[in-house]
């Protein structure tokens, strides 16, 4: 085995459902909220991962007073967590990353994925990117 094949990096695996969302994020068509899954202006990222489950067959709860995807966290939707693939919280684990000039250090589960959304401002395109190239460290498996 030549040195290079030791040190070769390999893209992670991307299942059906991962890409799927990675496509909604991209396309344009979700305006980008905070701080709830689903707002009056618009989605967070892992919002849009409900809509695409949802869209899917997989049952995601919506508020009984308005009918937008109940809750703050992903966690109060454990089935479109498990369509995905998502890391449950483990929060002794963090990694880091670098975009453009900047290095961040998140979770690699919902909470991280909710702080690239609300605290650091990135857009659901570089969002689905950075997710995208460090897939193995926050999806469970490909799905």
Same mark, same amino acid.
């Given at each position: 085995?030549?040195?290079?094949?030791?040190?070769?990096?390999?893209?992670?695996?991307?299942?059906?459902?991962?890409?799927?969302?990675?496509?909604?994020?991209?396309?344009?068509?979700?305006?980008?909220? =905070?701080?709830?899954?689903?707002?009056?202006?618009?989605?967070?990222?892992?919002?849009?991962?409900?809509?695409?489950?949802?869209?899917?067959?997989?049952?995601?709860?919506?508020?009984?007073?308005?009918?937008?995807?109940?809750?703050?966290?992903?966690?109060?939707?454990?089935?479109?967590?498990?369509?995905?693939?998502?890391?449950? =919280?483990?929060?002794?684990?963090?990694?880091?990353?670098?975009?453009?000039?900047?290095?961040?250090?998140?979770?690699?589960?919902?909470?991280?994925?909710?702080?690239?959304?609300?605290?650091?401002?990135?857009?659901?395109?570089?969002?689905?990117?950075?997710?995208?190239?460090?897939?193995?460290?926050?999806?469970?498996?490909?799905?």
């Amino acid at each position: 085995m030549s040195i290079l094949k030791l040190f070769k990096r390999t893209k992670p695996e991307i299942g059906p459902n991962q890409k799927l969302w990675f496509s909604c994020l991209r396309s344009g068509f979700y305006p980008q909220s =905070k701080e709830r899954l689903e707002g009056p202006q618009g989605f967070c990222c892992l919002g849009v991962a409900c809509i695409a489950a949802e869209n899917n067959g997989v049952h995601v709860y919506r508020s009984k007073l308005d009918n937008s995807i109940d809750g703050h966290l992903i966690t109060q939707q454990m089935s479109t967590m498990k369509w995905l693939g998502l890391r449950e =919280k483990d929060p002794g684990k963090t990694f880091n990353f670098w975009y453009g000039f900047k290095k961040y250090t998140i979770h690699p589960d919902q909470i991280g994925i909710a702080k690239l959304n609300d605290h650091d401002k990135f857009s659901f395109s570089q969002i689905a990117d950075i997710i995208e190239k460090h897939a193995d460290k926050f999806f469970v498996e490909p799905k």
